[in-house]
């Protein structure tokens, strides 16, 4: 059997995480855009007092055109002044004067085409999720195959006695977790440190189908991605192959798990960090990846289910939303 390539697949995971955090970056824009609108622009709208027409609007009111019987006007008869003439046989509607109240042609005046407006539906961005984290389990996968990174030091245990033990370990484990993760959101929404759920929000399906499609593929693959990635590869290995301490990689690999979660806000950047770390503390003193991957499952699913598929907002109190 080959030696472990530990270097080059590091390298390979350090270019893998440096673009798995450009890409969450570059898509809070886009998630920002689509977010359901809670109706804070139109309370932060500033009311702004009508002003005195300016002097050129002022004239263009004075000014009416001389009507057909009129034959005298200030400066003499309609058909005596060329300006008059010129009013009448040329006007200018409201509709024909650019910004300055200079007149424009009329068929120069129209409304520029724009072409149709990209909708970002649940279908789509739980396919782009799907695909993205799929991107990132396969890559972490393949390179461990290529550069001979033993199972074991991706926490990896094959031996069927070790597979129930960790999935009930992990369901338990994950349960605790979504618990404290609800505490630690109220208690910022106590000080007034809202938690920002757009993404929850867009993520969550509207009907049956979706939602087997959500708890069935996206979230398994989210889990699966993420555990391979920020536990796996960013400490299992590099503990294994190099003898760092664990513990001072799962504060590395936490920071970064957290600054990928920055679409849900800065209270959302330090909670998802902190459970990021205690994921990283149960990945290490469990030595299993299997387990993390069901507490991590187990987290996700139960928010959306809590949340998104029961409507309630505040686990604490039991408090549901009522839509309108």
């Known amino acids: 059997m080959a030696d472990p390539g530990w270097a080059p697949f590091l390298a390979v995971v350090a270019v893998l995480t440096l673009a798995v955090l450009g890409l969450a970056r570059q898509s809070q824009g886009l998630l920002k855009e689509h977010a359901p609108d809670d109706g804070s622009d139109e309370d932060d709208a500033v009311e702004v007092p009508e002003t005195e027409p300016s002097s050129a609007e002022s004239a263009e009111r004075n000014t009416e055109p001389v009507q057909a019987g009129d034959t005298e006007t200030s400066a003499g008869t309609a ?11 040329d006007p200018v509607t409201d509709g024909q004067r650019d910004a300055s109240g200079g007149a424009v042609a009329p068929d120069s005046h129209h409304t ?43 926490a990896i245990d094959p031996a069927e006695n070790a597979v ?20 630690s ?29 959500l708890l069935g593929v996206v ?5 699966v991605s993420e ?41 959302g950047v330090v909670v998802t960090g902190a459970l990021g770390f205690v994921l990283a503390a149960g990945y290490v003193v469990s030595g299993s990846l299997l387990l993390v991957v069901v507490a991590h499952y187990v987290i996700n699913a139960l928010e959306f289910l809590v949340h998104e598929g ?4 505040d686990v604490s109190v039991g ?4 839509d309108a």
């Not at 029961?310 to 907002?313: S, V």
């Open 219 to 223: 979230l398994p693959i989210i889990a």
């Open 185 to 213: 959101t109220a208690l910022a929404d106590a000080v007034g440190a809202a938690y920002d759920e757009a993404v929850r929000q867009l993520l969550a399906p509207d009907s049956a189908g979706g939602w087997a499609v």
């Open 79 to 89: 058909g005596d002044d060329p300006v008059h003439e010129q009013t009448d046989r």
């Open 112 to 154: 520029p085409e724009t072409g149709p407006e990209f909708e970002l539906t649940t279908g789509v961005l739980l396919a782009n999720v799907a695909v993205t984290q799929g991107i990132v389990a396969l890559v972490v996968v393949v390179a461990a195959w290529y550069f001979a990174i033993p199972a074991e030091a991706l």
């Open 319 to 322: 408090r549901r939303v009522l």
């Open 227 to 267: 555990e391979l990635l920020f536990r796996a590869a960013l400490i299992g290995v590099p503990a294994a192959g190099y003898g760092v301490s664990p513990w001072l990689l799962a504060v590395v690999a936490s920071a970064a798990f957290a600054l990928g979660h920055g679409a849900q806000g800065r209270v």
């Open 164 to 183: 129930l033990p960790a999935i009930g370990l992990g369901a338990a484990f994950g349960v605790v977790l979504w618990v404290g993760n609800e505490l």
């Open 310 to 313: 029961l409507g309630i907002d």
